[in-house]
């Protein structure tokens, strides 16, 4: 493999590995800053589907870590997204560690405002659990992100078929699913509530009894909420953004702290040389329809950007190195500049053999989606 895909992305490091492919650290070329790239290993059309099905989801919200651009080249196709150096809840909560109820309805709190905007732009997750809830390490305080939009469904999108196959994680697919219901935003809404009782280390029978007699108001109202999430009926659960709003009405504040009082300071779980010393400067990339805009600020630590800054306008140096910062809020007390940054390669003549090479690659996806919908359908269910 090349070090640089498709001209954009060079691959630095590798830090995941998984069945369909493996993720690196690398550069996007055309912006300057670091990046999440996922690089498909095997052409089987299971892994294109989920290939092309997670690159379609396009959103901007804060707690959603979605993709902002792909390319091809040759056997090669890669999806990229912003970087993200805090490991997952489901690596916590492996090590057996509980949080408070501060914690854990502030969790609760950020991945329903995530969902809220997934399903308001017509998606249904379908996995929604701790391995797939990414944490932000750049930030000071507790950051979380929805990620994985690999069994996705676009409600606004015909359905094939209804397969009749259980898509989701074991033990956070809701019960109508299991029993062979229609897919709906209310069994993200169940997964959700599944997470947060895992914090609350509520899957112990022995815990859950002693979280529930607990006489402290925060925990009393969240594990109620938690259980309104995970109604058996998915008519009675409210929706992300009800629930959200509930939630967001504590005025809930850092630090967050592990049930046994520990602070939680969330720390990189990956050890890189790709990545640079904190503190630095970060590039945040806004997945627009025009992909020239930038919204180009510093970390809270390193201050906020000059007027009229211009990435391209970094030292070579110091550009390689930019971290993003996860989702596309803003800081807090800073606020964002939108930068057209010139493209140097605009105008020029892109080589043959990489027009050829993307065409070619459309093309298979276009028929092995067409030859799938025929032959396997469950594959779109």
């Not at 489901?90 to 502030?106: H, N, Y």
């Not at 676009?154 to 699913?177: C, K, M, W, Y």
Request: glycine residues 10%; contains cysteine; charged residues 20%.
């Amino acid at each position: 493999m090349s070090d640089t895909i498709a001209g954009r992305f060079t691959l630095l490091d590798p830090i995941a590995s998984g069945g369909s492919g493996t993720v690196w650290i690398a550069r996007d070329e055309r912006f300057g800053n670091l990046c999440a790239a996922k690089v498909l290993r095997q052409r089987d059309s299971g892994d294109l589907l989920r290939f092309v099905r997670e690159n379609t989801v396009r959103l901007n919200h804060p707690h959603v870590l979605a993709p902002y651009a792909w390319a091809a080249e040759d056997a090669h196709v890669v999806i990229a997204m912003p970087l993200v150096t805090g490991g997952t809840l489901a690596d916590i909560l492996r090590s057996g560690r509980r949080f408070s109820a501060a914690a854990t309805a502030e969790a609760v709190r950020q991945i329903l405002d995530g969902l809220t905007a997934v399903h308001a732009a017509g998606w249904i997750h379908r996995d929604v659990k701790p391995a797939n809830i990414m944490i932000d390490a750049e930030q000071p305080d507790l950051h979380l992100l929805l990620a994985d939009f690999g069994i996705a469904v676009d409600t606004n999108a015909p359905r094939l078929t209804q397969s009749g196959i259980v898509h989701g994680t074991p033990g956070f697919v809701a019960p109508e699913i299991m029993m062979g219901g229609d897919i709906s935003p209310a069994q993200d809404v169940w997964a959700t509530g599944q997470i947060g009782k895992r914090m609350l280390g509520m899957d112990d029978d022995a815990v859950a009894e002693a979280v529930r007699a607990s006489t402290d108001p925060l925990t009393q109202g969240l594990v109620h909420l938690l259980d309104d999430l995970t109604a058996a009926d998915a008519r009675k659960r409210p929706s992300p953004e009800i629930a959200a709003a509930a939630l967001s009405r504590l005025g809930l504040r850092g630090p967050f702290h592990f049930a046994d009082g520990t602070p939680w300071h969330p720390q990189r779980e990956i050890a890189s040389p790709a990545l640079p010393q904190d503190p630095a400067p970060t590039l945040i990339l806004v997945p627009q329809a025009d992909p020239t805009q930038v919204d180009f600020r510093r970390s809270p630590s390193g201050g906020p950007p000059q007027p009229g800054s211009q990435p391209g306008s970094q030292p070579a140096a110091q550009a390689a190195h930019a971290a993003p910062v996860l989702g596309s809020g803003p800081a807090p007390g800073f606020a964002p500049t939108q930068v057209d940054q010139v493209r140097p390669d605009r105008g020029k003549r892109k080589p043959a053999k990489g027009l050829a090479a993307s065409a070619a690659v459309f093309a298979f996806i276009g028929a092995l989606l067409i030859l799938v919908g025929i032959f396997a359908p469950g594959y779109l269910g």
